[in-house]
């Protein structure tokens, strides 16, 4: 069982160009997060989903777009890069039924840089 | 708004050594979590505490969620150079989404 993956590992990415940075999660759970973690700042949530075909804005949602088009996948968009979004991207799930504990499980985590 | 406060940021020891880890809020939660993360790699869930005054073990980590569940603490008995990490503290708020502390970081030196 693999868990979350997380592709690619790192990238460097020139200013004004599109990346999409891949999450796929094999445990079928309905939840799952984008954060960036950044030095001083700690893990901020990007976007969310509940359930496949939902999606929500989080904290810092601006510059970047997500789609959950089934329960194991979701992509993040970055439209057009610029260097304030260099950051650790990390992906999570979670089974998040009706309890309030909302354990997550986090993928190896994306570096990505723009220069 | 929910914050989560950290503390030490930073903590350096060497290996036998017992330190402890504080989160601390004004807001109280209905459940907290404790994750480690190591160089390189994302968190790693280590123990929920969901009952105000709950004590959790972890073989050398001993975690407790406060009587009015507003903080926790993680205290680490003889630590080893294999608890070097970040450990990060996130209630659930009040939508349910985590509410995370910015962590401390731990150096256990041989």
New interface residues.
């Given amino acids: 069982i693999a868990g979350?993956t997380q592709a690619p590992t790192s990238q460097i990415l020139a200013a004004g160009r599109r990346m999409t940075l891949r999450c796929t999660q094999d445990m079928r759970h309905n939840a799952m997060y984008w954060y960036r973690q950044d030095l001083?700042?700690?893990?901020?949530?990007i976007h969310?989903s509940n359930t496949a075909g939902t999606t929500g804005k989080?904290e810092v949602p601006d510059g970047y777009s997500v789609s959950r088009a089934n329960t194991d996948d979701f992509p993040l968009t970055l439209a057009s890069a610029v260097p304030s979004q260099t950051s650790v991207y990390?992906c999570?799930s979670s089974d998040?039924g009706g309890g309030?504990?909302?354990?997550?499980?986090?993928?190896?985590?994306t570096r990505l840089t723009v220069l | 708004t929910q914050l989560l406060e950290q503390s030490p940021q930073f903590l350096s020891i060497q290996e036998g050594e017992n330190l402890t880890v504080y989160c601390n809020s004004s807001s109280v939660f209905?459940?907290l979590?404790w994750y480690r993360q190591e160089p390189?790699?994302?968190?790693?869930?280590l123990v929920?505490v969901?009952t105000g005054g709950e004590v959790k073990k972890l073989k050398r980590l001993t975690f407790q969620f406060g009587d009015a569940r507003k903080d926790s603490s993680l205290h680490i008995t003889a630590a080893q150079p294999g608890d070097t990490g970040l450990y990060?503290c996130?209630g659930?708020g009040l939508n349910?989404?985590?509410i995370?502390?910015?962590?401390t970081s731990l150096a256990v030196n041989p």
């Fill in positions: 979350i001083g700042l700690g893990l901020r949530l969310y989080g990390f999570a998040a309030s504990i909302n354990e997550q499980f986090f993928g190896p985590g | 209905s459940s979590q390189g790699e994302g968190p790693v869930l929920t969901v990060l996130a659930v349910r989404k985590l995370w502390g910015l962590g």
